[in-house]
């Protein structure tokens, strides 16, 4: 694959997941996060086990993020779509390519904000279209026009920075000393940690702290592999869903 067609793919996917595709899915589907961002970049570069292992890595630290009214400490798709890119162009090591990926989210946050900011132009320009019943002009402010500044401030940025920093942030990986290198690692094998400490915290809760024993039990002790944990958490979740107070009555 060309680098200016990995480069157009990838700036799409970073516009798509992150304004274009509605909410519901990118929520209910997870389709923004690092992890998936991995298994397509590693897909697209024909390095699909690499592209697991960085998108892992970079998941790690964001698995406790949680948007709260509407605001993100992070842009995952950026962090995840050309963080797990950009990590995969300079062949770094995953652990160095979260802290090549955490950045470039801080950056994302520009872009969201940009967009929250900008976008009420068009909202007001549809209520005049709302006010006059003009169905067509609403529907080209909602669907069209609301995708002007997120094309422009997640597209366009993401296509230059794969398709003309890649071969330069290559070059600039490999120029770096090796203390430089290391502290990066470092740093990228300490923000799984924090993520897993956000986790932690939304998980302190008595309802779901048995589950988290549980799970404790199962990987520590019993040395259970993810795929075995996965069967279980979902068995359990289930239970929790339907055995929860007033579950039984309303799932019977």
Known sequence: MTTLVFALIIAAL????????PMW???????GAPLVAGLIDGLLLGELTYGLQVGATIQAAYIGLLAIGGSLPNEMAIAGYLGVAMTML???DPATGLAIATPLGLLGVLC??????????????????????DIRGLRRMN??????????TYFIPAFLCVYFGGH???AFMAALPAQITAVLTLIGKLMPALGLAMLMQALAKRSTLPFLLIGFVLAAYLKLNITAMAIVG???ALLHYYYMPMGGKQHD
Not at 14 to 21: D, F, G
Not at 143 to 152: C, G, K, R, T
């Open 25 to 31: 899915s990118r929520w209910a589907f997870y389709f």
């Open 112 to 133: 969201l904000n940009a967009k929250m900011a900008l976008n009420p132009i068009w909202v007001h320009k549809a209520d005049s279209y709302a006010a006059a019943g």
């Open 234 to 236: 979902t068995g359990c």
């Open 143 to 152: 669907l069209l026009a609301s995708q002007i500044v997120p094309f422009i």
């Open 14 to 21: 970073c516009w798509l997941t992150s304004s274009a595709i």
């Open 90 to 92: 300079s062949h770094s």
């Open 168 to 170: 330069y942030f290559t």
